[in-house]
């Protein structure tokens, strides 16, 4: 049930809502999101230290404007009591709703079909609406609604599993509930962070002389309830419609007015119209950015459902952060990490540029917490959290938190790939400046130059969190080179806004000078990169030991235990391949490959989708095929046990990018657009559109070739196999694709072999 | 006032009495402590790991026995108020006692002259004695003395500093309160961790005839009033004798009786002869154990001190742990360390060996505990807590608490020097021997052999806590190599006691195979040793943009900063310099000490001790002489501004270990007893004696030469700056001291030089 309520969330990227039945019971973990809004929580130190965070950020379950209950005659509509004759619910990508579909036979047999169709929309941003149809089947039946607006939900507890968030108890605290006719509205404040919000719900139905409807108020509840008689085939409808307004600033009048104008709007679109302003902004999305995988229907939907998520986290998160779960559960607090940079951005980069445009630009809003950060740590610069909601770090596990200093290199990578794939000049001067410098300030400080002159960064914290506070992490160091080179690049671009910063020349040769001269340490008699110095020399991981239910690793073992050997819980030196894969030859990635394949157990969700990719890159395609499978099934499968209190998104993301840059073998590095596309062994066609400079180009891929198409725009000249090929609108052009080397085959650890999962339950 | 009550704190190592005055007020930190009564408390964390201890133990403060209040005509005594004509108070290392000799005022006129004597006995372990007598001085007065018994007394706030202990309100739970003529006995139990401890007190008085004595109780607690009136020059004497008990076991009755008992024994024995007990105990003790400088009255003063100091935490903990703090404050939570093992034992070893047998017995006494956390941990033998009061780990950050696994090489290093020193080997047998056997189960779990076959020790924690996870310590490695020798030998000597432990001669020969191939890592280019793999190519710490307000560094930077910069916190290599100095030449100490100095900031206070060693064997005699002096004075000038919350034991220690293992240049590697003596500049004469295997040696060492002599027993062969002598009893020898070789000079980082400490005001 959990899995299900977050498989079928729904969400603009400003309201989330999970999965949960309209009548409200059962339920899992009922949960109603607006981004970043958060309540703060202390956190408990036995043994404090200095720069500790002392609160952190938890997302709360808001009032929930979903529950539509029923009485059918006396019984409470309750799935779990009488007869269930059929219930479906359909998650529509196409039209963006959430369809339910069900025949109940109440305990005092009576029988009724009920349909409902719930919407979060993405044109009107404040806006949710149901529609909830109900029909008696063969005797006429007294119906009763009950249309409710609940704050404080009691939610279940979280268990000891660390990475479910922490749960609050009654987080709002009352300051209005009012009603009026058919509507009724809440508003409360969050006790410790004190933010303000709003929920106001109203009414529309057919056939106003037969309906009693009261509406009644009490704490934390508003209901309004219609009351009727139907006769057998005949349908009552109601549309619910549910505003929501937030704010640290505003006072109580204007959230209500401001949640009050949005249903009126709503209602003035009415429930049609909604619908059909939520296609027409699907149909745009899916113009760009449908993906079409023929050889696996399975997939093909996993590939769907994957893209619609992202788009649904990103689309209107608006200089909010965009969390590593949405906002389809309370997962990880809510937070987001460095993954919503280094996964989703690529993907709304090249499918929702201005998704990804606001995302960076809230990471922008947040330079100033950054910057005191970074004073508090005893850096120039910025520094930005490891999690957070709002933007102050909201780690308590500095050696996988602070020391992971990376985020600043993957937040300036996603501010280049940005600028690179857009050309928006204006966001690189008034935005991405400021961050790369401020990040570039950081890493000359956090790294030294050592006797033999190379750039050292010690004691940081790579993406696989099974290593911790190591030295000269390959994947920080390259991509603190990429920040390092595009401060001094943007900083040439823009001088006149780089003085602003105070950046001088000396600066600015500081910069260069530690990007030229980046130590990446190689084991020479291995023949591959340690993950970082010294990491080739640990005891290997006893795999063979290790028993299938000991995974993951970090809920049965000491972090100690884990970091002193080799074994690898994400991508991290093969991430460093993908996003820094100019810094490879082919040999060291073929070489490297293998070694980290070995020991790598994917005990987090980030992982999969990068071994996809480089496995496509290295020939290993059947492999890479299944990766790709075992990203897209990773919530559909619930294939870590935990997609209940939340998607993965960066993995849904990861589908995206196993796809266009596995099969396709996009590269991106430092604005240059290149592929080099492969088709795994079991399709016959892969197909796939990204915007880039404004264009709209489109690949399909088949076994033997691969035909660009541009659909508009200015000429675009990129590299197809490292040879170099011109497109020009309305000329598609089809390439052969050269043999595949066949590699030396790769082995995973005992027992972590990419996952199939079961049958897929939600294919149809 | 909090540095007084440490430094005048009387104990026997079972019941420890803070320094507060007789009338409780004012007071810093009321402290009475029963060794390893303790309670627990949860441990806290905002993002839990697997094994991460879930409660700690804290120390508490018990049943306050002290108080003595008087009431001088209707003014209560407190030296706030009123006039104070003259104060003194003696700590006597001959007679073992507190006195006090004061002269007041009252605010009313009412002056009066007041003695008191205050005793722990060392002979009757439960006893504790205070003999309070007060005189009017030119005019009648009417005296009432309300002798109290307080439980739950109301301590200060602990404050931010993590160092300081976690203060628990009321953690005692009253079972009974009884009085009778005039005795009172309280009975309490610990919350949470179900501890049962009685206290009672008794009282003697002179001229029965003229007092009125009344008994009352309350809750927590028990009171004896005693009224009179005295004329001018006429003394009322009052012996207060208190008895503490407590048991995890025994019955409420049980512990009655108990403490009933030994109050009676005490009434028995008298006053003065609980005096004389304590003398005929402390002369036995000097004869054997008095360090005698010629040159330096102060240091002179400040040796006894701490010799005096180490005895009262050592000399009766029979079996519990001697904390870090000994019994002078709740400083640590009241946990004891390895520096128990690797500082105080080597004392008590050499001056009161049953002192450091009971301390190891108590270690032993714990393997059922250690064996559970290596189990925990994945490990087979044992492995001990970092900080623990009764044997569980407490230590909640695990970096530099589980990771510091050199405590179990200290616990073994602390079993073989006292087996050798004493020849005892019953006890190696019975308890020495599991220890080591566990232990070296451990290191070779914990290390591995890498590709080029040396014993390789990753991902942990030496000595100097501002490096943490780090590979091949080189203390670690050194120790943990004496560790397996250790063992391979023990089992040799006891093979049917080994074979009860299940050692079978693969692992022998495994202990010996890591023994033999340990790796120590050398860095060629500087010429030194690493204190780990990778330290050297660590960027070293701005010293010179460290403002002297940001020492200790961990309470101003993140542990990050610091573990990935090379500075120091507390000898590390050094000390392997010192323990295991046979693994090093002498070039190498002189290049290392050289190195290690310029990076060795001393915020522990458990540093010093071993730069005075090693300064004194390198041949830096001024330098050796600074830094004993910074050892003597740590507590007595208050120089880490913490004497507060206990007196810093180790370092204590370290004062004799300065003395007879740096300027008596006494080293005790593997049995073999050796000395290098020389001399400070400005002493003319250094005199120690240590116990030798049944043996008393005496050493006595002028600026040309030593004599070394031998009170009784089997002649002894030993060296003497490499050159091999022999000592008959009662035929002293006296031998040449080569002269010194100059070394180059060594600095401390700036602002970091020994520390002189201010003109001292305990010195009379």
Redesign the interface.
Known sequence: MAQSESLFALSNGHIGLRGNLDEGEPHSLPGSYLNSLYELRP?????????YPES?QSVINVTNGKPIRMLVDDEPFDVRYGELHRHERVLDFRDGVLRRDLEWTSPAGRRVAVKSTRLVSFVQRSVVAIQYEVTPVDEPVRIVLQSELIANEQLPSAG?D?RVAAVMEAPLEEEEVESNHSSATLVHRTRRSGLRMAAMMDHQWDGDDDVLVTVNCYQDLGRVTLSTTLDPGQTFRLTKLVGYGWSSRRSRPALRSQVSAAVTAAKHTGFDGLCAEQREYLDDFWARADVQLDGDERLQQAIRFSLFHVLQAGARAEQRAIPAKGLTGSGYDGHTFWDTETFLLPVLTYTAPRAARDALRWRHSTLDLARERATQ??HPGATFPWRTIRGQEC?????AG??AYHINADVSDAVLRYVHATGDLEFEREYGLEILVETARLWVSLG?S??AGKF?I???TGPDEYS??T?NNVYTNLMAQRNLRGAVNVVAAHPEKAAELGVATAEVQRWRRAAESMYVPYDE?LGVHPQA??FT???RWDFENTPASHYPL????????I???QVIKQADLVLAMHLRGDAFTPEQKTRNFAYYEALTVRDSSLSACTQAVLAAEIGHMRLAQDYLSEVALTDLDDLHHNTGSGLHMANLAGVWLGLVAGFGGMRDHDGSLTFAPRLAPDWTRLRFGMIWRGRLLRVEITQDSATYELAEGEPLTTRHHGEEITVEAGKAITVKIPPAVTPVPVNQPPGRPPLVGDPNPWFS
Chains 1, 2 share one sequence.
Do not use: C, F, K
Not at 554 to 561: A, M, V
């Open positions: 956190l408990p130190y036995a043994e404090a230290g200095y720069g952190g000891n660390p740590l005893g780690s308590a596990y500095w050696p602070t020391a030294h050592d006797a050292r010690d004691g940081v911790a506070i030295d008699r110095t010294g020399d640990h005891e970090l809920l049965n073992y000491p972090y100690g235990d970091y002193r050997r």
